[in-house]
């Protein structure tokens, strides 16, 4: 393939600093930055040449991923201090090794007090310094709720919590505070009166206390009603309020600790409002103060209906910062702009930029504000932004839809290749033999289609229906512009618009506030939209539909004025920031759970209908990357993943001998028909869920034996993941409403089905199956090892997949790392290079239980690439040809530049090759199958990175080849070296 093919302009620039490969590390009170400092000598040695951490801002307390940030200012303690995080960025520049960061501008965790911004809201309402941080609707269609925020953290109905004692006040430190059950919320001091009155009442009718005390406490009730109210936005009004506030705090806190009789009326006044259980009436006084605050606490369950700020997702704890307000911009990246401009941070991640309400300006203000030093490489007269400084953007596309070329970013975090990469080892022939058997096992009849579709329905109507109630409402206003609009019913609109939603292909479109019209993609998108919901829905006006379309498009109709323009552009901005979590839940976090013919392709970024990617598909996107997107990462295992790139190359095993898979899955289900459970009449587990849960069995199996502690460790893993999988499918069971029965059900049916003990035959003809393919994945494991390393693009390493790693979702993905055995691990085969390298490749390959022989062919291949980094940056990208009669089992393409040139084959589909009962190697694995070289340039003879071994080229039919049974002589993978490339 020497075409290459026509890609849109790129923005401007290129940045000052771009890694070669990446490696990220999930920090945690587990895995600090001293650990990680420790670590760098290995990582070093493996070939990486920079760190990409998870984030390490506040979090709340005991975070394992760093998501849920309190407070982007400060560092979080569990991590690190901020002299240990300098030393660690010490040690990276001493090394010559870069730092990515991940940033999360999209949102904030809101229910611990390290949280300021959040707890001064709660505490001040809209008359808050940071009400504008975070996105609130004020004014929302429930009346009880202005100027309020709804908090839905009660573990019951609100009167039942109040009554039962699980709301209760309390006092610490100045300030008085709601405990729910062990979360803290503030309560205002404008509202302490109703607290502070009985304790005057009880000093005054003291005769023994100090008449300077009861003077004091008057004097703070009375600086007390001075206070501005809640609602006051007057800036210099705000800071009175704070300045006042803290004062009467702090004299509070003396008078308390000076007055016996203060602390003793206190206690007894807080006794007295919390009440007692069985006086309903003793609450009342609870029940005032709580109406006076800026909050109402709520149900858990009220929050899909009534919720009032916007959330990540549907995750009532993680609300949404307004980063496009310029204040709030510059304090979120106070800190990580202080660590860039001292040289320590030289890239980051930007976790989920489908949130924010114009990704295109957020990405173009980080570039100009981003304070690095020099000039950028883009041309200083043109117009436009720049791209300075690596970014990189969590940013999921699906089917054909294209990273859009003029955000300023470097690319995504790789799940589009990870994708690509993976098709290549699933049997696109055998799709319809396995979606056949897969039916024919599970009682399937669903399209994937209508699936996604009514997944995401679901969604709004049970997650996120709140947000779609105030998206409806706008639209009800913008109904009412104009007069052939003014007749749509709110209730139209709402069901309406909730159709478009779930019909819409993409997880979002990208439309400006300033934009005149929507680029032709998100043109095509919601036009797609729109006439699918049409589709689905015969019995509804296409008035509405065409209504909808017309306000999505832009197209305004004559007479009306810049108001509401304005309001028609903030409701299409606000339906982009909902499409993207309805996708989210309804394609990956519940689709995904539910269909399963072949598990590997339920990947984020991945479609499950989707089977196979070809050899011609996949080098056509390389082109497009090396042209477009050469520094884009490229990924095979990530946090967010539902599943390690090794349990992802097993299963992808499945795809080529669907026969076999059946017959195996079938006499399973007959050995473990006795140890179901009837729930509700029902047989548990479904045949669905038991078809996934052998994927899940198959993918996650341990190469190593086990002794009883950890087959114990695995079992667990194993039931906690298909909790999770049970409840994010929302078939059986959910996370709202659990469904105990069932889920009790199907861990005894895995407890049976698991047991070790004599008898279990189903256990017996699992592990034969098993390790069949299990010896398949590993050749699948190493090939798309070696096509990440070498593909266009920057490979990342999640941290502990340089070796086999069978994890799932998280939290499974999460665990700790054994560096002590990678690091044993990597000394041993340092202590190897003296001898033959093709004899340590045997011996390697011979026993690959421990992963040496995947350590091998990463520290290989990612040490040749930092030599050679500009071949890999620069470099052509070149898809070879295949002829022979295994042609179809090869991937090959060449890497050139400036007269150098690579040649990589990789190996596929090894279960058709017996890699069961051999090495897939040599001349009876590969006969006449031979690499097609460009003439150009082709050389005489190659050298193999992984053996050392001399390939000569030979020519058939007047074409240059270099024959597979001896590139292939010791491993189904090979990097060929030209000339003097080392």
């Known amino acids: 393939m020497t075409g290459v093919p026509a890609v849109p302009k790129r923005a401007e620039g290129e940045p000052q600093y771009i890694p070669c490969s990446t490696y990220r590390l999930q920090l945690s009170s587990h895995f600090t930055f001293a650990q990680a400092a420790a670590l760098l000598d290995y990582l070093e040695d493996l070939g990486i040449t920079d760190c990409y951490t998870s984030p390490f801002v506040m979090a709340r307390p005991g975070s394992l991923h760093g998501y849920d940030v309190t407070d982007p200012t400060r560092f979080n303690p569990e991590i690190g201090t901020e002299e240990e995080f300098q030393h660690f960025g010490e040690q990276l520049k001493q090394r010559g090794m870069g730092l990515i960061v991940d940033v999360v501008p999209n949102h904030m965790c809101v229910t611990h007090p390290s949280n300021i911004w959040w707890w001064d809201v709660l505490e001040n309402g809209p008359g808050s310094q940071f009400s504008r941080y975070f996105d609130i609707d004020w004014n929302p269609p429930k009346a009880e709720l202005t100027n309020k925020v709804l908090l839905p953290f009660l573990p019951d109905q609100f009167g039942l919590a109040l009554e039962n004692q699980q709301i209760r006040l309390i006092y610490r430190g100045g300030s008085f505070f709601v405990d729910c059950q062990g979360t803290l919320f503030p309560v205002a001091p404008r509202s302490w009166p109703l607290i502070l009155d009985r304790v005057l009442d009880q000093m005054r009718q003291r005769t023994g206390e100090s008449r300077d005390h009861v003077m004091e406490l008057e004097s703070i009730l009375t600086a007390i009603s001075y206070l501005p109210p809640l609602d006051e936005t007057d800036p210099s009004r705000i800071r009175e309020r704070q300045r006042e506030s803290d004062i009467i705090k702090g004299r509070l806190t003396k008078l308390m600790e000076s007055s016996d009789v203060a602390r003793i009326g206190l206690s007894t006044s807080l006794d007295d409002i919390n009440g ?34 916007r959330r990540f997702f549907d995750i009532n704890d993680l609300a949404a910062i307004r980063v496009e307000d310029p204040e709030v911009f510059e304090t979120v990246h106070a800190l990580v702009f202080d660590l860039v401009r001292k040289g320590y941070v030289s890239g980051m991640r930007i976790d989920h930029p489908d949130g924010l309400l114009d990704p295109q300006k957020y990405f173009e203000d980080l570039q100009e504000q981003v304070p690095i030093s020099g000039k950028s490489q883009a041309s200083p007269d043109k117009a436009g932004a720049r791209r300075r400084f690596f970014l990189m953007a969590e940013k999921i596309l699906v089917g054909d839809e294209e990273l859009r070329p003029f955000w300023t ?150 007479g009306i004025g810049e108001a509401d323009r304005s309001e028609r552009r903030l409701f299409v901005m606000r339906f982009q920031q909902l499409t993207g979590p309805v996708m989210a839940k309804g394609l990956e976090d519940s689709a995904f759970y539910r269909y399963c013919p072949l598990l590997s392709l339920n990947e984020v970024g991945g479609a499950p209908d989707k089977f196979g990617v070809s050899a011609t598909f996949f080098h056509a996107k390389s082109l497009i990357r090396q042209t477009s997107w050469h520094n884009s990462l490229l990924a095979t295992s990530t946090h967010d993943n539902k599943r390690s790139e090794d349990v992802r190359a097993r299963i992808n095993v499945l795809s080529e001998i669907p026969t076999d898979w059946y017959r195996a899955i079938r006499s399973w289900q007959l050995l473990n028909r006795d140890k179901k459970v009837l729930v509700a009449g029902d047989q548990v587990p479904s045949a669905n869920d038991e078809y996934f849960l052998y994927q899940t069995l198959v993918g996650t199996w341990p190469l190593r034996g086990m002794n009883e502690k950890e087959y114990a460790e695995f079992v667990n893993r194993i039931g906690t993941y298909m909790e999770k999988a049970l409840r994010e499918a929302k078939v059986h069971t959910s996370w709202i409403s659990p469904n105990i029965e069932y889920e009790s059900a199907f861990q005894s049916f895995l407890a049976a089905i698991l047991d070790r003990s004599q008898g279990n035959n189903f256990l017996t003809a699992f592990q034969l199956f098993q390790a069949k393919i299990a010896r398949a994945g590993i050749f699948n494991s190493l090939s798309q090892t070696l096509l990440k390393i070498t593909s266009p693009g920057v490979p990342d390493f999640y941290q502990g997949t340089e070796v086999w790693n069978f994890s799932l979702a998280d939290p499974d993905n999460r665990r700790p790392v054994n560096y002590d055995l990678l690091r044993s691990l990597l000394k041993q085969l340092r202590d190897a290079e003296d001898q033959k390298v093709e004899n340590l490749v045997d011996q390697l390959i011979r026993d690959p239980v421990d992963g040496a022989i995947k350590l091998h062919v990463t520290r290989s291949a990612l040490r040749f690439r930092r030599a050679n980094r500009e071949l890999f940056a620069k470099g052509s990208y070149t898809g070879l040809r295949v002829a022979g009669k295994k042609q179809r089992h090869v991937i090959a393409f060449s890497r050139s530049y400036r007269q150098r040139e690579l040649v990589i084959a990789a190996g596929r589909f090894f279960a058709l090759l017996g890699a069961d009962r051999s090495l897939p190697v040599g001349e009876e694995t590969w006969n006449d199958t031979a690499v097609v070289l460009r003439r150009q340039i082709a050389a005489t003879n190659y050298r193999d990175l992984f053996t050392g071994r001399v390939v000569a080229t030979e020519k058939r039919n007047g074409n240059l080849v270099l024959p597979v049974a001896e590139v292939f002589s010791h491993l189904p993978i090979a990097l060929l070296t030209s000339g003097d490339i080392r």
Request: net charge neutral; charged share 30%.
């Open 276 to 309: 007692r259980k069985g006086d309903p009436r003793s609450f009342d006084a609870l029940e005032r103060i709580l109406a006076d605050q800026a909050y109402r606490l709520s149900f858990w369950r009220v929050a899909a209906d009534e919720i009032n700020y």
């Open 409 to 558: 970013i470097e690319g995504t975090t790789g799940y589009g290749f990870l994708n690509f990469l993976n098709g290549l080892f699933v049997d696109a022939s055998r799709k319809r033999a396995l979606l056949r058997l897969y039916c024919q096992f599970s009682g399937w009849s669903q399209s994937y289609a209508d699936l996604v579709y009514e997944s995401k329905l679901l969604i709004l109507q049970v997650s996120l229906s709140s947000e779609l109630e105030v998206l409806s409402r706008r639209l009800d206003r913008i109904s009412e512009q104009h007069r052939w609009s003014r007749d749509f019913t709110l209730h139209s609109l709402r069901a309406a618009l909730g159709e478009v939603i779930a019909c819409f292909p993409v997880y979002r479109s990208y439309i400006r506030d300033g934009g005149s019209h929507p680029d032709d993609e998100d043109e095509r998108h919601i036009r797609y939209a729109v006439r699918s919901a049409k589709r689905r829905n015969p019995a509804f006006s296409e008035s509405v539909f065409n209504f909808i379309e017309n306000v999505l498009l832009l197209k305004d109709p004559e």
